[in-house]
């Protein structure tokens, strides 16, 4: 029998429904049975694509025995944590606390039943003790006696971790008086973590840091040695086992320091954010390397992530069935089995071209993965592969070739599970994205899919009083948080500086009116995670720190900026200032986990330069295409309709000849009405932004 999850509309709570374990989803009905029956609750967080968190259910949620225990003792809800970030962010910090170490997934959590607040922690348990690790099922024997032995106990500890959670919650994170400059702390951090030998920074796991690499690329347009170590960082993650060599997309992360072997999982977020800056540094830096693995992650995205309808799945997952298994062998599903191969499989799929695939993804080589199988990266550049024929082009012809055969045998592999919920921040991040990389690459489809993603954001989770953050099957649920918000309304503006249309204007400013109605704190000047009158828990998380996407703040604070500089409104610029002032004292404490933030602040307070071009004749169309394409200017194409615009916007938008109005900040410059008059100006700008810098 299906427990409470057969109806979720999470494909990672669907995934537990048939296990003997009575799980609840997080809801009313749990919370008030755990506190009628006097029993705590073991809350479990994870999502679908965590290897994990597989593991774990099938070694103790699959399990009769351990269900056995869990059913009497507890009441169990499982939470998908891309549903619910806020309730992942108050009990990952509640780990953090209790047990002095980071968290992840899967997330075991034992909640006080009467408050919700936590006294038992941890991530991962086996079964049965390993590895330093207790077992699960004595963890449960455990908890469930200090529950009804010592419950004073552990209220008072639960008082304690309350008023920590409460500081951490209310904190006011206001400058020091004595700090240095924030982002050149960051770089010089970067610099001694850089790892010169395999790119990027620390040692293993390695993850690509969309965030850091975001800031890293905008800190590189005037600085060579940020530019180096982000040179080095992309060549790394495009080159090696980070990125997908045949399907195309980047993987969460790497298990080793070289890059090399991936944890196999597929995020929609990281693609997302990485395809800009990818694709930014390409057109900056001529790099058609950079160009390529661009083009390679955005095919991903529409072929293997795109919902049938619209808007993008979140993950694929890292496990999969082995494509070949041993008679009478039932096949379980193993990590990275959809991505691995082996020179017999390679020599079967290419024939006699088999030896140059072989040595452009390294499997001529020794094994990269458990010494039997090969996960593939880039082992030798085409030059190598050439030798002194010097037949550049007529290799690369072949490898694409061969890597078309390669994709069409793979493609007959049994796939790895993708999870189809359509989350409005990811697939924000996804439209922005698309956009961004599509206008400075000049690729018509990226933008198209681009303005897609926004229309089904906007007509299945945003077209209501109540804004929504998963869709899934026709249906919508949960309450959209900051990020969502934050998310949508960038993506909005890179619509506009893309595609004008003033119905869109009207709507980033009706999402900057309900962010700050909504999320922000007057008193404090203080971003939240979850809007007012939400649901009680035991903290409401501040949105100022980044994870694998940037904060809600700091992603608030750039669409506010980029309203306010378009617009002319000075209430959304002085807004995302305060927004960035109250997070300095975080962003000094830890500028690495706010690089969204300094990015917002350095926008801010250098905003790069803005065009406005008007006028219905066949020039300004023109301006409009050849601007889009440069990643420092924001160039938008405005036109009439009968939307009411801003004064500003208007007086341009209304002239009948080709005008172009060149901004720096809240400074514009004389309107240029010819190619040459518009040359001027953008040097102009050029130069006044140099000497501010």
Request: charged content about 25%; hydrophobic content about 40%.
């Given at each position: 029998m299906p427990n409470r999850l057969a109806d979720a509309l999470s494909p990672y709570l669907e995934q537990h429904a048939h296990n003997p374990?009575?799980?609840?989803?997080?809801?009313?009905?749990?919370?008030?049975?755990?506190?009628?029956?006097?029993?705590?609750?073991?809350?479990?967080?994870?999502?679908?694509?965590?290897?994990?968190?597989?593991?774990?259910?099938?070694?103790?949620?699959?399990?009769?025995?351990?269900?056995?225990?869990?059913?009497?003792?507890?009441?169990?809800?499982?939470?998908?944590?891309?549903e619910r970030?806020?309730?992942?962010?108050?009990?990952?910090?509640?780990?953090q606390i209790l047990t002095g170490r980071s968290g992840g997934w899967p997330l075991t959590v034992f909640l006080d039943s009467s408050d919700l607040?936590?006294?038992?922690?941890?991530?991962?348990?086996?079964?049965?003790?390993?590895?330093?690790?207790?077992?699960?099922?004595?963890?449960?024997?455990?908890?469930?006696?200090?529950?009804?032995?010592?419950?004073?106990?552990?209220?008072?500890?639960?008082?304690r971790l309350g008023e920590a959670l409460t500081m951490v919650s209310s904190h006011e994170a206001r400058?020091?008086?004595?700090?240095?400059?924030?982002?050149?702390?960051?770089?010089?951090?970067?610099?001694?973590?850089?790892?010169?030998?395999?790119?990027?920074?620390?040692?293993?796991p390695k993850f690509p840091q969309a965030p850091m690499m975001e800031w890293l690329a905008h800190v590189a347009r005037d600085d060579e040695g940020a530019a180096g170590m982000l040179g080095d960082a992309l060549d790394a993650m495009a080159r090696n086992g980070l990125f997908d060599h045949i399907g195309g997309g980047f993987f969460r992360y790497c298990v080793d320091a070289a890059w090399e072997i991936p944890h196999f999982e597929k995020m929609l977020c990281d693609n997302a954010l990485l395809l800009p800056v990818f694709a930014e540094a390409a057109v900056r830096w001529n790099n058609e390397n950079w160009a390529e693995t661009a083009r390679r992650t955005a095919a991903f995205l529409g072929e293997d992530m795109r919902l049938s309808d619209g808007g993008f799945a979140s993950s694929l997952d890292a496990d999969s069935l082995p494509s070949e298994t041993q008679p009478g062998v039932v096949p379980e599903p193993t990590e990275g089995a959809f991505y691995l191969w082996t020179p017999a499989q390679f020599e079967a799929c290419l024939g006699q071209e088999a030896e140059l695939a072989k040595a452009r993804f390294g499997l001529d080589g020794p094994a990269n993965f458990e010494g039997r199988q090969w996960h593939l990266v880039i082992a030798r550049g085409i030059d190598e592969l050439t030798g002194e024929s010097g037949e550049a082009t007529r290799v690369r012809e072949r490898l694409e070739m061969l890597r078309d055969q390669l994709s069409a045998h793979r493609r007959r592999r049994p796939a790895p599970a993708r999870d189809d919920k359509m989350l409005a921040s990811w697939n924000a991040l996804a439209a922005a994205g698309l956009l961004r990389a599509g206008r400075v690459l000049d690729e018509a489809d990226w933008i198209e899919r681009g303005c897609e993603t926004l229309d089904r954001i906007h007509e299945r989770l945003f077209d209501s009083d109540r804004p929504r953050a998963v869709w899934r099957d026709g249906r919508s649920a949960h309450t959209a948080l900051l990020e969502d918000h934050a998310a949508f309304l960038v993506a909005i503006m890179e619509r506009l500086a893309v595609r004008w249309h003033a119905a869109w204007l009207q709507r980033a400013e009706s999402l900057a009116e309900r962010i700050v109605e909504q999320f922000f704190d007057a008193d404090t000047d203080a971003l939240y995670m979850t809007p007012h009158g939400y649901e009680r828990l035991p903290m409401r998380p501040t949105a100022n720190l980044d994870e694998s996407t940037p904060s809600g703040a700091a992603l608030t604070a750039l669409g506010l900026g980029?309203?306010?500089?378009?617009?002319?409104?000075?209430?959304?610029?002085?807004l995302a200032h305060r927004i960035v002032d109250a997070a300095h004292g975080d962003i000094e404490r830890a500028p690495a986990a706010h690089a969204s933030m300094l990015l917002a602040g350095h926008e801010l307070d250098q905003p790069v330069t803005q065009v406005l071009i008007g006028g219905s004749d066949e020039p300004a169309d023109r301006w409009h295409a050849a601007l889009r394409r440069n990643p420092g200017i924001r160039a938008y194409r405005l036109s009439v309709d009968q939307t009411e615009l801003p004064q500003s916007l208007n007086a341009v938008a209304t002239c009948e000849t080709a005008t172009a109005v060149v901004c720096i900040g809240s400074r514009c410059l004389e309107p240029a009405r010819s190619q040459s008059e518009l040359g001027k100006r953008l040097s102009e700008a050029g130069a006044a932004r140099g000497r501010s810098q």
């Amino acid at each position: 029998m299906p427990n409470r999850l057969a109806d979720a509309l999470s494909p990672y709570l669907e995934q537990h429904a048939h296990n003997p374990v009575d799980w609840y989803p997080w809801s009313e009905e749990a919370l008030s049975t755990a506190r009628n029956s006097d029993r705590p609750i073991l809350l479990s967080i994870g999502y679908s694509a965590c290897h994990w968190c597989h593991v774990m259910a099938h070694e103790s949620f699959e399990d009769p025995s351990m269900a056995e225990r869990m059913n009497a003792w507890f009441v169990n809800i499982k939470v998908d944590r891309e549903e619910r970030p806020d309730l992942d962010r108050a009990y990952q910090l509640s780990h953090q606390i209790l047990t002095g170490r980071s968290g992840g997934w899967p997330l075991t959590v034992f909640l006080d039943s009467s408050d919700l607040t936590p006294f038992a922690a941890g991530t991962y348990f086996p079964p049965e003790p390993r590895h330093g690790l207790i077992g699960f099922g004595e963890l449960l024997e455990r908890v469930h006696a200090a529950w009804l032995n010592q419950r004073d106990t552990l209220r008072e500890q639960n008082r304690r971790l309350g008023e920590a959670l409460t500081m951490v919650s209310s904190h006011e994170a206001r400058s020091r008086d004595n700090a240095g400059d924030p982002a050149s702390e960051l770089l010089g951090q970067l610099e001694g973590r850089q790892d010169r030998r395999h790119g990027g920074f620390g040692d293993a796991p390695k993850f690509p840091q969309a965030p850091m690499m975001e800031w890293l690329a905008h800190v590189a347009r005037d600085d060579e040695g940020a530019a180096g170590m982000l040179g080095d960082a992309l060549d790394a993650m495009a080159r090696n086992g980070l990125f997908d060599h045949i399907g195309g997309g980047f993987f969460r992360y790497c298990v080793d320091a070289a890059w090399e072997i991936p944890h196999f999982e597929k995020m929609l977020c990281d693609n997302a954010l990485l395809l800009p800056v990818f694709a930014e540094a390409a057109v900056r830096w001529n790099n058609e390397n950079w160009a390529e693995t661009a083009r390679r992650t955005a095919a991903f995205l529409g072929e293997d992530m795109r919902l049938s309808d619209g808007g993008f799945a979140s993950s694929l997952d890292a496990d999969s069935l082995p494509s070949e298994t041993q008679p009478g062998v039932v096949p379980e599903p193993t990590e990275g089995a959809f991505y691995l191969w082996t020179p017999a499989q390679f020599e079967a799929c290419l024939g006699q071209e088999a030896e140059l695939a072989k040595a452009r993804f390294g499997l001529d080589g020794p094994a990269n993965f458990e010494g039997r199988q090969w996960h593939l990266v880039i082992a030798r550049g085409i030059d190598e592969l050439t030798g002194e024929s010097g037949e550049a082009t007529r290799v690369r012809e072949r490898l694409e070739m061969l890597r078309d055969q390669l994709s069409a045998h793979r493609r007959r592999r049994p796939a790895p599970a993708r999870d189809d919920k359509m989350l409005a921040s990811w697939n924000a991040l996804a439209a922005a994205g698309l956009l961004r990389a599509g206008r400075v690459l000049d690729e018509a489809d990226w933008i198209e899919r681009g303005c897609e993603t926004l229309d089904r954001i906007h007509e299945r989770l945003f077209d209501s009083d109540r804004p929504r953050a998963v869709w899934r099957d026709g249906r919508s649920a949960h309450t959209a948080l900051l990020e969502d918000h934050a998310a949508f309304l960038v993506a909005i503006m890179e619509r506009l500086a893309v595609r004008w249309h003033a119905a869109w204007l009207q709507r980033a400013e009706s999402l900057a009116e309900r962010i700050v109605e909504q999320f922000f704190d007057a008193d404090t000047d203080a971003l939240y995670m979850t809007p007012h009158g939400y649901e009680r828990l035991p903290m409401r998380p501040t949105a100022n720190l980044d994870e694998s996407t940037p904060s809600g703040a700091a992603l608030t604070a750039l669409g506010l900026g980029r309203l306010g500089h378009l617009t002319a409104d000075a209430q959304w610029l002085t807004l995302a200032h305060r927004i960035v002032d109250a997070a300095h004292g975080d962003i000094e404490r830890a500028p690495a986990a706010h690089a969204s933030m300094l990015l917002a602040g350095h926008e801010l307070d250098q905003p790069v330069t803005q065009v406005l071009i008007g006028g219905s004749d066949e020039p300004a169309d023109r301006w409009h295409a050849a601007l889009r394409r440069n990643p420092g200017i924001r160039a938008y194409r405005l036109s009439v309709d009968q939307t009411e615009l801003p004064q500003s916007l208007n007086a341009v938008a209304t002239c009948e000849t080709a005008t172009a109005v060149v901004c720096i900040g809240s400074r514009c410059l004389e309107p240029a009405r010819s190619q040459s008059e518009l040359g001027k100006r953008l040097s102009e700008a050029g130069a006044a932004r140099g000497r501010s810098q």
